[in-house]
């Protein structure tokens, strides 16, 4: 290509002189071959068929809300309340506000359209609710309570919401950060209820079975996402 006018506006007299203006300006004016056109129609009907309505972002954010928070009711119906764990009342409450905070943002801004801040918010925050976890412990605790126990309650816990957080989450383009942000969230709801529900206090029990699993179960799910494939590739 040597003209510099090539993609430009050219008027009459150029096209006469320029064999290469000319044959890009017939290509482009020319109409798109019928059968072509068809086959297009066809595509975007057989499309609106499968899909006549665009389900709203805020419908699988809400989805994943409702199945953790059933979740977290369930598992605090089961479970027998304890509160020697705890160096105080007020610590108590702040750390699980903290976790049920985590929960609802990371359910909102996993499957936000954008919101790449608000997981990053969410990520962050996931530090605090760590500190208020560690604040909050007593520092005592029977003897015999496992880790592995509260570990697999926690995650058995967030199951239920991870899965379908993983298949909403197919509809988007893999991205780390919507992966990552949809784990701490559905985790978080295993983590409220063992947080209200375990009468171990120690700092080796609180770390190990309590938040461990939380980071655990981050690298699982980034892990899988990248399997899984994407039914769109919408950002």
Known sequence: MSCERLFEPVDAAHLETCAECRAVHQTLGSPAPANDLLKLKAAALAELELSPRARPWWAGSMGVLAVSAVAVGVAMQLLPPKTPQHASMFLR????????????????FAVMPGGRKGRVLVLSGLGLCFGFTLAAISGVGPA?????????????IALPPLLLALLVLTSFAFDASRA??????????????????????TLTHQVVAHLVPVLVLMAVVLWLRRLLPSRSQVP
């Open 180 to 201: 990552l942000t949809a784990a701490v969230a559905t985790m978080s709801a295993g983590v409220l209820a063992i947080h209200l529900h375990c009468p171990n206090g």
């Open 144 to 156: 015999g309570v496992g880790s592995l126990g509260c570990a697999l309650l926690e995650w058995g």
């Open 93 to 108: 409450q702040l750390s699980a506000a903290g976790w049920a905070a985590t929960m609802l943002a990371g359910c909102l």
